[in-house]
Structures are given as structure tokens and as C-alpha cells.
């Protein structure tokens, strides 16, 4: 099945793409400064002999998962998402045959 783009449809894709990329953009920063910053408090807390570095890390850590899985995941155009929002329109379309 091919279809035309219209202006107003490739307009909607651009901003939709821009929306992506800007989400992305914003994850990988987001690890950057991650890795960045507990690679100076693990430096800080070895060198006084405590440990006390992984509770930010994790906890962190934790926070970075979850912006990943709603970035990568669970956004519109995410390989998850798009599988069920086509499993559930299969699901309608049936349901309307009947």
C-alpha cells in the first residue's frame, strides 16, 4: 500500500521525528552526565576508603532505567509500543467484522 505524503502529513512526521530525536538526545545526555558524575564520586569515595559511591549510583542508576524504557520503549514509534498499539487494532478490527 503507497501513500502520498500531504504537506500537513510530512509537517506531522517532521515534528513527530524532531519529538524523537530531542527524547534520545535528551537519554544520551542524561548518561553522559551519569557516568561522569558517579565516576567522580567513586573516585571520592575510594580515595577516603568508604563506599558510600553506590547509593548514588544506584539510585541514579535506577532513574536513567527508567527514562531509557520510557524513551526507547514506550514512546510513540518504540518498537513496544508499536507492537501493541498494531496487536490492538487487529484486535478492534476483528471485533467490527463481527
Same mark, same amino acid.
Not at 509537517?11 to 524523537?20: G, N, V, W, Y
Not at 567522580?40 to 568508604?50: Q, T
Given at each position: @500500500? /503507497? /501513500? +502520498? =505524503? +500531504? &504537506?500537513?502529513? =510530512?509537517?506531522?512526521?517532521?515534528?513527530?521525528? !524532531?519529538?524523537?530525536?530531542?527524547? #534520545? @538526545? $535528551?537519554?544520551?545526555? !542524561?548518561?553522559?552526565?551519569? /557516568? =561522569?558524575?558517579?565516576?567522580?564520586?567513586?573516585?571520592?569515595? *575510594?580515595? %577516603?576508603?568508604?563506599?558510600?559511591?553506590?547509593? &548514588?549510583?544506584? $539510585?541514579? %542508576?535506577? %532513574?536513567?532505567?527508567? !527514562?531509557?524504557?520510557? *524513551?526507547?520503549?514506550l514512546s510513540p %514509534?518504540? &518498537?513496544?509500543?508499536? /507492537? =501493541?498499539?498494531?496487536?490492538? @487494532?487487529?484486535r478492534l478490527l476483528?471485533?467490527? #467484522? +463481527?
Amino acid at each position: @500500500m /503507497t /501513500t +502520498t =505524503l +500531504t &504537506p500537513s502529513r =510530512l509537517s506531522q512526521l517532521e515534528r513527530l521525528a !524532531h519529538k524523537r530525536a530531542r527524547a #534520545k @538526545m $535528551g537519554w544520551f545526555i !542524561h548518561a553522559t552526565v551519569y /557516568t =561522569l558524575v558517579n565516576a567522580c564520586l567513586a573516585v571520592l569515595a *575510594v580515595s %577516603g576508603d568508604r563506599q558510600w559511591h553506590l547509593y &548514588p549510583l544506584l $539510585g541514579w %542508576g535506577l %532513574g536513567l532505567t527508567l !527514562h531509557g524504557i520510557a *524513551v526507547f520503549w514506550l514512546s510513540p %514509534g518504540a &518498537p513496544l509500543r508499536e /507492537t =501493541l498499539v498494531q496487536r490492538e @487494532m487487529r484486535r478492534l478490527l476483528a471485533q467490527e #467484522k +463481527t
